[in-house]
Structure formats: C-alpha cells, structure tokens
C-alpha cells in the first residue's frame, strides 16, 4: 500500500519568508509525528498528533513553528520568518497507534538562504 | 528523556566482511529499540525492532540485532555484508511514543 508522502520534496526559501510543509500519512493511521533531520544527524522529535489533537509539541524549536493536522489525516507544519538555522530535512512519521511501529515518509529538504 | 549513542561515524569494508554496530542507550526500565535504515536517495526504513521476548532479534536482509539489558546496549549484526548495504543505519529507542535516534553511522561497501 501507500507510504507516507511528503510535498513538497525540496524546497528553497529565502530569510524571513513562511513555509508550509506537507505530510499524507498512511491511511488509518491515527498517531503522526514531526521530526528534523540536520546534516550529520539522526532525527529530532518536533511535534506528536493522536488524532487532530496535538498531544506533544515539546520538541518544536519555537514559536515560529506550528503544525496543524485538522481532520485527523494530513498534516502541515508552518514555519514563520524562515532562518538559516532551519535548514534540515523534515521528516513525518506515522503509526496506527502510538505504541507501534512508525513510518518515515521520504522528507522534506528546507534550504533557507 | 532517552539519549542515543552509536559508537562508530562511518564505517568502510569490504564484500563478504562481518559487521557490526554499536549502540547504547541511556536508562533501563521497558525501552523499545528500533534500527532504521537509509539506502541512498530513499527514506529511513525500519530493518528491525525489539519489544520484549528472544533478545536476540531477526530483521530483513540478513541482519540481526542482540539486545543486552545490562548493557544498556542494542548491537546490529550481519555475518557477510554486500554491497547493497551501502546506506546510512540509525539506532532508535522509543520513549513513550517519542523515538530518540543516535547520530547515524555510514557503512560503505567495496566491491
């Protein structure tokens, strides 16, 4: 079946400008997660949704960061005043539950220059 | 919250050669432990998971992973590599729902 999908793949923005990030999660799967991805590093947690609820957003960076998952499926995650420092992959993951097994998607490449 | 760490960076061998891969993990209590793989150009895949029973786990490809609770360590093993097995391996251990990951190491296959 479907995978995670991300859109877009890579996207290049210039300093101080919004973004919006995409992620399709597998069908049925109720738990989504946000990671981040820098150079030369394994995945951060950023935000965690059962459902349209997002029970855990300890790990977002700061409050130019929002992520919003409405209907309980698809999720954005909104980056405001885009800096340097937010260059990394984004990375989503899904699960049907949160105690199981979760499911990258192929990430989303920020370039802020 | 949990930390991660994985013991070599970048690790280069040849066809035919063992390898394995350290990774340990910060604190006890009931941990889940996860390997992730990332071939080039592709998304992060899982190759194994332990939650509890037979320490000594199976994944896809030929590989397995030991876990040693006293150790506070998860070690992926595969007895003859290839080269297909070029890619970036991430160990991963789940917090609640939360999956902290190690720092990566890159394996490098000669032919």
């Known amino acids: 079946g479907a995978g995670v999908s991300q859109t877009p793949s890579n996207k290049v923005t210039e300093k101080g400008k919004y973004v919006e990030l995409r992620c399709d999660p597998i069908?049925?799967?109720?738990?989504l997660y946000w990671y981040r991805q820098s150079l030369g590093q394994g995945p951060e947690f950023l935000i965690y949704f059962q459902g349209t609820g997002a029970a855990d957003d300890s790990g977002l960076p700061n409050d130019r960061f929002f992520a919003v998952r409405p209907e309980g499926s698809v999720s954005t995650l909104k980056i405001q005043r885009t800096e340097r420092g937010d260059s990394a992959v984004y990375l989503c993951?899904?699960?049907?539950?949160?105690?199981?097994?979760?499911?990258f998607g192929p990430g989303t490449r920020l370039l802020v220059l | 919250a949990q930390s991660v760490s994985q013991h070599n960076h970048h690790v280069i061998l040849s066809e035919a050669a063992s390898l394995e891969l350290g990774c340990n993990y910060s604190?006890?209590?009931?941990?889940?432990l996860f390997w992730y793989v990332q071939y080039p150009g592709q998304h992060l895949q899982l190759l194994l998971k332990?939650?509890?029973?037979?320490?000594l786990v199976k994944g896809i490809k030929g590989f397995e992973a030991e876990f040693i609770k006293s150790k506070f360590s998860f070690n992926l093993r595969k007895p003859s590599v290839q080269w297909s097995d070029t890619a970036e391996y991430f160990c991963a251990v789940r917090d609640d729902y939360k999956l902290s990951f190690g720092a990566g190491t890159t394996v490098t296959v000669r032919a």
């Open positions: 069908s049925g799967h109720t738990a």
């Open positions: 604190y006890g209590g009931t941990v889940n």
């Open positions: 332990y939650f509890s029973g037979d320490p």
């Open positions: 993951a899904s699960s049907f539950v949160r105690e199981e097994t979760q499911y």
